[in-house]
DNA sequence: TTGATTGCAAATTGTTTGCACGCAA
DNA sequence: TTGCGTGCAAACAATTTGCAATCAA
């Protein structure tokens, strides 16, 4: 596996890019900004760093609802939740219950190692506009509340 | 927005294939065993009528941890939990928690309108021969506690 | 009859990879 | 000096879409 991930120039910036957001960039938007420190740093290296970067515990990847992965810059365990309207996503300051797992491990035949849940809705930018336009946006809630959506 | 799904032969093949599988195939699964009835079918036409299911509420899409999206014959709030050895998803016999939405409103600005949870860990196939195979596998789980994997 | 649906193939999107060169240790 | 890391471009995998023909209502 890896040993020990060597400190280039190129890594760092993705590292103090990552570090200064709150929301949960895609390796596209990643790319964009680290492009504007390193003009001639390619999309491929970006994602070859997030995925070393996540594997060694220093970044988050998060692979739920939607189909573009996301990276989140603070580890440990956060629950989050992602913007209906606009496609955004937060931490949600909800501390992770292990009792889940616990509870969820007595109900099944598997071993549970961990769990993770993802809340959808709107953000405080969405809920007004949104909420103007009438009937397809109903559509859209109820499309969100009974299958999933994109 | 769509009115009403005609009932076409691939449709009731699709939705009868799902309905009999407890588990949660990827649109390829559903191709493959749709096309044994129906030699002529087309995976973009598997695909568009997953869409259409699952937006009109009659089937249920996936999309948490992993690239496919996978789908559900059964419509409700259940949890998915999802083996880290072999991939494969079952359902969760854990009720969906409402309150769990009441307690994430509080901690946010969002205007919360679900959640959706998952599990992972080993199902009872891959537990034992997982677990002999050390080093290599612990190293898989480490990366899936701190972020997530593949 | 007519617009929803299909099969087919080509196009998109997000991500990964092979390769030769460059640079951190 | 070494072999990890990079830029670039091509390859991939999953999914979506345009189009003309077909079929359910």
Known sequence: MTEHLRETSQRRVILEELGKLTSHPTANEIYEL????????????VYRNLELLSQSGLIQKLEMAGTQKR???TIGNHYHIRCIGCGRVDDLRLPAMKSIDEAAADLSDYEILWHKMEF???????????????EIEILDIKKNIIGRKD
């Open 71 to 73: 990276f989140d810059g």
């Open 34 to 45: 680290v492009r504007k420190r390193l003009p001639r740093i390619s999309l491929g290296t």
């Open 120 to 134: 959808g809705g709107f953000c405080p930018d969405c809920i007004t506009p949104r909420s103007k336009r009438g």
